[in-house]
């Protein structure tokens, strides 16, 4: 089994692209198919030693789900279910998507929606990126002058997107080796 899970939110396709590409790069020797969070359960996440985890954030710096209009349950309606599981020994990175030109007061947040309840359950949190080369307000995800995992701008930076990822992955492996 490989040894990396990949678990996204999406609506419009944006989280899963990158979920692909990330697990493209990482290959299938390291990592399994991505997986919608709509078709998972904890047992899932459970037995990888290391997951990826993709969300963008929604209006005021919401996580997708049935209450933002998503069409099918997201991580809103997932993170429940992570009350009283043990994620101990599990490193958990995440990528998040944003718009900081039509949301700078809430870029990113969705990823600190993540790491929270992940980190509750005792995950080692790992991935934590650079908020230099950003032009937002204010961002829950930013912990020590750093995003909690990989930022991403699909509409204003896409251009940087791939280099950004590369870097991050590259940083990742060294966390999980």
């Known amino acids: 089994m490989a040894k ?6 999406t609506d419009t396709g944006n989280t899963r692209r990158i979920a692909k590409d990330i ?5 299938a020797k390291i990592a399994a198919k991505p997986v919608n969070i709509r078709n998972a359960a904890v047992t899932d996440m459970l037995a990888y030693d ?10 005021e710096g919401q996580l997708p789900g049935l209450s933002t209009g998503n069409a099918t349950e997201s991580w809103e309606e997932f993170l429940p279910k992570l009350a009283g599981q043990d994620f101990s020994g599990k490193k958990v990175a995440i990528y998040g998507l944003g718009n900081q030109k039509s949301y700078p007061a809430e870029f990113v947040n969705a990823m600190f929606h993540l790491y929270e ?15 230099e080369g950003y032009n937002f307000k204010n961002s829950k995800a930013v912990v020590d002058n750093c995003f909690v995992g990989l930022a991403l701008d ?23 080796n």
């Open 4 to 9: 990396v899970g990949i678990f996204f939110g």
């Open 23 to 27: 697990a493209t790069v990482l290959t």
């Open 50 to 59: 290391t997951l990826i985890l993709g969300t963008p954030t929604y209006g």
């Open 117 to 131: 309840p992940f980190k509750q359950c005792g995950a080692t949190m790992i991935g934590a990126w650079n908020a």
């Open 154 to 176: 699909q509409e204003n930076q896409k251009e940087l997107t791939s280099a950004r990822l590369d870097s991050w992955l590259k940083m990742l492996a060294k966390a999980w």
